[in-house]
């Protein structure tokens, strides 16, 4: 997880210097340090660390302006640019838990919409499978190779034949060896689908306690079932769908820090194309 200061700072120097396609290798270099920060020093979760990897990639060139190289180290400047900004970040996602509600827009506009649109198996089905090819093969076909292994990955869950075969090719792996390594993605996936059924079970119940409460005028009851409720809307808002990016490097043999870089681009490809071609409409 260390970085080696002597060469982030020359490429730092270049890229400052007006080499500005040298930014894709920064990251490159930081991303395992970036990614791990709030595990390491928070104890956070995985999908935590993805998250705010995402939150840093997007703002990096910026963050990057206000470095200037000197005689410390680099990884000193980001380590306390990163406890900097993973506060905000904090201070972020509670106020978006606070102010937005569970959707089930299927928009672009957010990457659970589309997540939830291009993988969840529940909107695969039969009667919509022409529609949802259709729509994969505008994507993919619009798609780096490298992008689309990790679009096909991500969105495990309506992989099909010719897709294993693609990722087979491109990672130069037998067909046998892409299908365990899909089957431990769609497993992630399916363990969280679990969890998110049962704080939804556990929602219910909650519920039925705070209407009995009501009824039985219990202040105080209704007040803790109203608390209990709180915290598990909170739960099922943060619980997500898509694949840990550590199932994913699993997969693909790559670090974990590169397949978080990978995915983030794809995602902002897809975006783009879906938007750009209006697939959604």
């Known amino acids: 997880m260390n970085i080696n200061d002597e060469k982030i700072k020359n490429i730092i120097a270049r890229f400052k210097r007006g080499e500005e396609s040298l930014l894709s290798e920064i990251l490159d270099e930081i991303a395992l340090y970036v990614y791990n920060y709030p595990k390491a020093v928070y104890n956070a979760c995985d999908d935590t660390c993805s998250d705010f990897y995402e939150y840093i990639l997007s703002n990096f060139k910026r963050i990057l302006k206000n470095y200037e190289i000197g005689r410390a180290k680099f990884s000193t400047w980001l380590t306390v640019v990163l406890r900097t900004r993973y506060l905000n970040f904090l201070k972020l996602h509670r106020r978006d838990d606070k102010n937005s509600e569970v959707s089930l827009d299927l928009t672009v506009k957010s990457n659970t919409g589309l997540y939830n649109l291009l993988g969840d198996t529940r909107s695969y089905s039969d009667v919509n499978s ?108 943060k619980a997500r769908m898509n694949p840990s990016y550590e199932v994913i490097a699993e997969l693909c043999g790559y670090p974990v820090g590169t397949v978080a870089a990978g995915i983030s681009r794809m995602k902002r490809a897809v975006r783009g194309i879906v938007e750009r071609y209006k697939l959604l409409d």
């Open 130 to 237: 022409s529609k949802f090819d259709r729509l994969i093969d505008e994507i993919v076909s619009k798609l780096s190779d490298s992008m689309r292994f990790y679009f096909h990955a991500f969105y495990a869950d309506i992989i099909r034949p010719e897709d294993v075969r693609f990722i087979s090719i491109y990672l130069n792996v037998s067909i046998m060896d892409v299908l365990i390594g899909l089957n431990k993605i769609k497993y992630d996936i399916e363990v969280k689908r679990e969890n998110r059924a049962k704080i939804e079970s556990r929602l219910s119940a909650s519920y039925g306690n705070i209407i009995m409460a009501q009824r039985q005028k219990q202040k105080n009851d209704e007040k803790s079932a109203r608390k209990t409720q709180n915290r598990l809307l909170n739960e099922y808002s």
